[in-house]
Nanobody, 127 residues
Framework: QVQLVQTGGGLVQAGGSQRLSCAAS????????AGWFRQAPGKEREFVAG????????EYSDSVKGRFTISKDNDKSTAYLQMNSLKPEDTAVYYC????????????????????WGQGTQVTVSS
């Protein structure tokens, strides 16, 4: 059973950049699709970005498209979320998620489709 440990996050000024990492143990991201979600105070968890287990397809929410990039390093068994041009509305707790070898990409944005989750990390963007 894979376990996900997140690093990164913290306080950043608007317009700045951050990279979140999600390291897998007990498995490798070579065999897992990766997803990133976030939850702001008083709001529901929302999809941010996802990548199929083959790495052939990525999906992004409209709110982050063009600013955020999801990637996987299979050798390091780590998934990343590179966040550029950050805005105050990006402030949230960010969660990584993994799902074993599921085909297709239409499910990437659905949090209930993922079996494994990281512990979450706070990202705060100051104006």
């Amino acid at each position: 059973q894979v376990q996900l440990v997140q690093t990164g996050g913290g306080l950043v000024q608007a317009g700045g950049s951050q990279r979140l990492s999600c390291a897998a143990s007990g498995g490798t991201f070579r065999d897992y699709a990766a997803g990133w979600f976030r939850q702001a105070p008083g709001k529901e968890r929302e999809f941010v970005a996802g990548m199929t287990w083959t790495g052939s397809r990525t999906e992004y929410s409209d709110s982050v498209k063009g600013r955020f990039t999801i990637s996987k390093d299979n050798d390091k068994s780590t998934a990343y979320l590179q966040m550029n041009s950050l805005k105050p509305e990006d402030t949230a707790v960010y969660y990584c998620a993994a799902e074993y070898r599921r085909l297709g990409s239409s499910w990437l944005s659905k949090s209930h489709e993922y079996d494994y989750w990281g512990q979450g990390t706070q990202v705060t963007v100051s104006s």
